[in-house]
């Protein structure tokens, strides 16, 4: 037996989310195998089994880490001491902004088709939108109707795909992204303020 190879920083959890999130951005979940996550972290697959029992696991580990930060950012806004109709409006903006800002997080977030791991992706999302609904049923009086909110949310999702796919950043698209955001305040039927 040949005696274990020394390494500089111990194997975390979240260095193996972080390299496999690109991974699997980059190359999609069928065409990553543990193996290669491991290759890419100069670490011998076995050790990635330590911290998760398969891909599967570990790809949903990486979901739920993201969804709870897009999650975070939501709470905070609500928290903020904004009007109504400026925290409608932040929370449009800051959802285009993750997406453009964590490309490889929205993707698997949204845009992962794959039959293995679709047990694994039902509840995360459900729970994101769900909040998401919330927010802006409360932030509209519950004026607006769940169609409204499912429209709004697939205009957002859209526009993200869209310039994620263009390889674009929030800061070339911002001005587009306040527009858009602005015809979507004027859809809900909210006033915008000065």
């Not at 930060?69 to 109504?84: F, G, R, S, V």
């Not at 794959?114 to 047990?119: H, S, T």
Request: hydrophobic share 40%; proline share 2%; with cysteine.
């Amino acid at each position: 037996m040949s005696p274990r190879k020394s390494v500089e920083q111990e194997l975390t959890r979240d260095m193996i989310i972080d390299t496999a999130r690109t991974l699997f951005a980059q190359s999609g979940y069928q065409h990553v195998s543990m193996r290669k996550i491991a290759q890419a972290l100069g670490y011998s697959h076995g050790a990635l089994y330590y911290h998760f029992q398969n891909k599967a696991e570990l790809f949903y580990a990486i979901v739920a880490k993201d969804f709870s930060l897009l999650n975070h950012l939501l709470i905070e806004i609500m928290n903020e001491q904004l009007t109504n109709t400026e925290k409608v409006k932040k929370i449009l903006l800051r959802f285009i902004q993750f997406g453009l800002d964590y490309p490889n997080h929205y993707e698997l977030m949204f845009l992962t088709r794959n039959r293995d791991i679709q047990q694994h992706l039902q509840l995360a999302p459900a729970e994101s939108y769900e909040q998401f609904a919330q927010a802006l049923s409360t932030l509209c009086d519950s004026r607006v109707t769940a169609q409204a909110i499912w429209s709004v949310f697939l205009a957002v999702h859209g526009f993200v795909s869209v310039h994620c796919r263009n390889e674009q950043t929030y800061e070339e698209v911002e001005g587009l992204a306040k527009t858009h955001v602005r015809f979507m305040i004027k859809g809900l039927g909210i006033e915008e303020e000065g």
